[in-house]
């Protein structure tokens, strides 16, 4: 009664073609909308490669490239490759003043091997020159790196304006027993020179 008849189309409304389907609009879709299924089906990823030989190849690849890029960054003292024990200012301040100046712990490996075997000797004073050198050497390691890490300190809360973090004196007696040329991070100034 109130509704329009069938026959009454709209006047804007888009001639339908042969298919069915509406003419070409400009700023429409102009296409069906997918079906859920054919959507995930577009999606779908084999989850295996065709080739799992050369996939593995070369994800071996990329992997080692990243793994020595990394290691580069380390050595060569880029802050985001640091091990969370070399990170920070005060770090990188600790391992300049160690590596400009010769510690008497670089020798102390170097001594341990000659001092050890000669202690093993049968004799009274071999075993006395093997042991004075070998714990003679510690102990002198010991105390420059006590007296390193006094003097560290005092820097440190002059330099940065804070305290020195947890386990400096550790780090110190680690970065100073190692010879220097594996050191890691690599040394970046020369024996003598003034820290950054």
Do not use: C, H
Not at 12 to 35: C, E, F, I, L, M
Not at 96 to 105: E, Y
Not at 157 to 181: K, L
Request: no cysteine; proline share 8%; aromatic share 6%.
């Amino acid at each position: 009664m109130f509704g329009r008849k069938k026959d009454d189309a709209p006047v804007d409304q888009a001639p339908q073609d042969r298919t069915g389907s509406s003419a070409v609009r400009p700023g429409a879709k102009n296409r069906p909308t997918p079906s859920r299924r054919e959507a995930e089906a577009a999606r779908r990823r084999p989850v295996v490669p065709a080739d799992r030989k050369a996939a593995a190849q070369q994800s071996k690849i990329k992997e080692r490239e990243a793994r020595l890029k990394t290691r580069e960054a380390m050595l060569s003292g880029e802050e985001w490759a640091l091990p969370a024990r070399d990170q920070g200012r005060q770090r990188q301040f600790i391992r300049d003043v160690v590596d400009s100046r010769w510690s008497i712990g670089e020798f102390l490996l170097p001594i341990m091997i000659i001092g050890l075997p000669i202690s093993l000797i049968q004799n009274s004073t071999a075993v006395m020159i093997g042991y004075t050198l070998v714990y003679g050497a510690l102990i002198a390691t010991l105390l420059d790196t006590v007296f390193l890490t006094m003097r560290l300190k005092k820097q440190i809360r002059e330099r940065f304006g804070e305290e020195p973090a947890r386990g400096t004196g550790w780090y110190v007696f680690s970065r100073s027993v190692q010879i220097r040329p594996g050191r890691m991070p690599r040394p970046r100034v020369k024996r003598g020179e003034s820290p950054r």
